[in-house]
């Protein structure tokens, strides 16, 4: 089974600064499987990116994702307060199964 | 605008069936471009896939490793809704369930409202 780890666990940065989320697998998964999700308090999750780096509908520019192998990131660029969430990353392996990394909380002071 | 509407109730007693239905609007659970998923989430498993039910000229299921002896995923074309069945359920199948769309992209695009669902006596 695939781990995710994802880091930091929490992250506090103010409005208009930048964000890097990191999602890293226990063994190469391929960017076509791998996806990210917004969660704000008492909502469902939310799709901002799939297939590692395309933006979801209705997603604006300032989220982009990257990566490739192992390593992936999401990046939050200019920061607005209602970003304020926990973003999970997600992929998909063959068995067929998904699993999430456990979680990244981050805050806007 | 495809939208998901979860329904069920929030109390079951244990080993009895945890029964959630999930109504779609608009788009078909009998497409064939896309598959219809179910979700839990609870502080200590995080967020876990459950099972899915897709139409490609006949009708398929996938179920998690950890839940396949007790789930069930159907889909019902009359009413345009699938449906979780888990049975045999204890206090640790108390969490918030989520049903959500998987398009032909590994990712999930829609998500029903979640229903919090406690499992006690």
């Known amino acids: 089974e695939i781990v995710l780890t994802q880091s930091p666990g929490t992250l506090s940065l103010s409005p208009g600064e930048r964000a890097t989320l990191s999602c890293r697998a226990s063994?190469?998964?391929?960017?076509?499987?791998l996806a990210w999700y917004q969660q704000k308090p008492g909502q469902a999750p939310r799709l901002l990116i799939y297939?590692?780096?395309t933006r979801a509908t209705g997603i604006p520019d300032r989220f982009s994702g990257g990566g490739s192998g192992t390593d992936f990131t999401l990046d939050i660029s200019r920061l607005e307060p209602e970003d304020s969430a926990v973003y999970y990353c997600q992929q998909f392996d063959p068995s067929p199964r998904w699993t999430f990394g456990q979680g990244t909380k981050l805050e806007i002071k | 605008q495809v939208q998901l509407q979860q329904s069920g109730p929030g109390l079951v007693k244990p080993s009895q069936t945890l029964s959630l239905t999930c109504a779609i609007s608009g788009d078909s659970v009998s497409t064939h471009s896309a598959a219809w998923n179910w979700f839990r989430q609870s502080p200590s498993r995080g967020l876990e896939w459950l099972g899915r039910?897709?139409?490609?000229?006949?009708?398929?299921?996938d179920y998690a490793v950890s839940v396949n002896s007790r789930i069930t995923v159907t889909p019902d074309t009359s009413k345009n809704q699938f449906s979780l069945h888990l049975s045999s359920v204890t206090p640790e199948d108390t969490a918030v369930y989520y049903c959500?769309?998987?398009?032909?992209?590994?990712?999930?695009?829609?998500w029903g409202q979640g229903t919090m669902v406690t499992v006690s006596s």
């Open positions: 959500a769309r998987e398009p032909a992209t590994t990712a999930f695009d829609v």
């Open positions: 063994q190469s998964i391929s960017s076509t499987y």
């Open positions: 039910t897709y139409y490609r000229s006949k009708w398929h299921n």
């Open positions: 297939h590692a780096s």
